[in-house]
């Protein structure tokens, strides 16, 4: 039974200590950005983490098969439709040999683990669900986060959740959740959330340093919360009655389909200016991941 394959590149790394940053698929398939956007995001996610010298390691499930790091001809395929694929549905994936399952950040940090990647890139994370209470809406990213060595590295959480709640659960499931070089925690689109960040980190090797010590402890995983480049970053003001309006519009869907469906209906009523700023902290996201590996490795070495 064939269960993981990692690519040659990505071997050669791990084996020789180097630097890697793992990156999920689903924004990049046709459940996360459109196109072409979505080929822009993985050239420029990519290219960030190569220009601070670590390889990235994008996830997916292709033809049955958990991959882990991708061959360039295989980038054609994770820009096409796909089947979501949360840390719950690899086995499924796997049993059903699905042809592209486009990996969450809860499924992308199972494989990173799997394979002996510390340090992952994200643009947000899946987090508590605006009325919970009702639709016991909370994305199987937030456990994933705390059960995997992996650190996360995010720009928070998606707008169109609850930011309090979403914090005060990875409180209770005991992961450190630090600001770079913020007190908030970040919103995605906005800077600033109003929601305090638990710890407020300066550096890549502050960050390294308190990834190893959890590691070493076998504490579970890290998140690290990256505002968006101030340039890019669409006030919160803003983006609310985006959110408002694209919620009003998918309150009767449940399940796997909320995410993807919300994202798409944001990027639909501010008529695509919500994907700029998409791409741009899914780069960052990349460029402060790989700056963390590096440390990381430093440290290791
Ligand atoms: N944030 C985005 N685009 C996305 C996602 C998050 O800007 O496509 C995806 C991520 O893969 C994340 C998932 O892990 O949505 C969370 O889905 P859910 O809420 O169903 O757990
Ligand atoms: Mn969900």
Same mark, same amino acid.
């Given at each position: ?7 040659? =590149? ?13 990156? =999920? ?7 996360? +950005? ?5 080929? $822009? ?13 670590? /390889?990235?390691?994008? @996830? ?33 994936? +796997? ?9 969450? /950040?809860?499924?992308?940090?199972? +494989? ?18 605006l009325g919970s209470e009702e639709t016991g809406d909370i994305s199987g ?30 409180? @209770? ?8 070089? @913020?007190? $908030? ?25 308190i990834l190893a010590h959890r590691l070493i402890w076998d504490q579970g995983?890290? +998140? ?25 519009r998918t309150s009767d869907v449940r399940g796997a389909a909320v995410t993807?469906?919300?994202? $798409?209906?944001?990027?639909?009523? @501010? ?11 899914? $780069? ?18």
């Open positions: 039974m064939p269960q993981l394959r990692i690519s040659a =590149e990505v071997q050669d790394a791990l084996a020789h200590g180097h630097a890697v940053v793992g990156l =999920e698929s689903t924004i990049y398939s046709n459940l996360g +950005l459109p196109s072409p956007a979505n080929h $822009e995001a993985l050239q420029r996610s990519t290219d960030a983490i190569r220009a601070q010298g670590a /390889v990235p390691a994008i @996830t997916a499930i292709l033809d049955g098969v958990a991959c882990v790091g991708l061959e360039p001809r295989e980038h054609e395929r994770i820009l096409g439709p796909a089947q979501k694929t949360a840390e719950r549905d690899i086995a499924v994936a +796997l049993t059903q040999r699905w042809q592209f399952g486009a990996t969450t /950040v809860s499924a992308s940090l199972a +494989l990173c683990a799997a394979a002996g990647i510390s340090v992952f890139a994200t643009g947000g994370i899946g987090g508590v669900h990213d937030l456990g994933a986060i705390a059960l995997h060595p992996v650190l996360t590295v995010c720009a928070g959480a998606k707008a169109f959740l609850n930011i309090p709640q979403t914090v005060e659960f990875l409180e @209770t499931e005991a992961v450190p959740v630090l600001g770079y070089q @913020t007190d $908030e925690f970040p919103m995605f689109y906005a800077r600033s959330s109003g929601v305090r960040a638990p710890v407020r980190v300066e550096s890549p090797a502050e960050v390294a340093e995983g890290v +998140l690290l919360a990256v505002p968006i480049p101030a340039a890019d970053a669409i006030p919160a003001e803003e983006i609310l009655g985006a959110i408002e309006a694209a919620l009003s993807p469906l919300v994202l $798409e209906q944001i990027a639909e009523i @501010t008529g695509g200016r919500s994907i700029p700023a998409n791409l741009s902290l899914a $780069e960052n996201n990349a460029s402060v991941a790989a700056q963390v590996a590096v440390a990381f490795a430093r440290l290791l070495a």
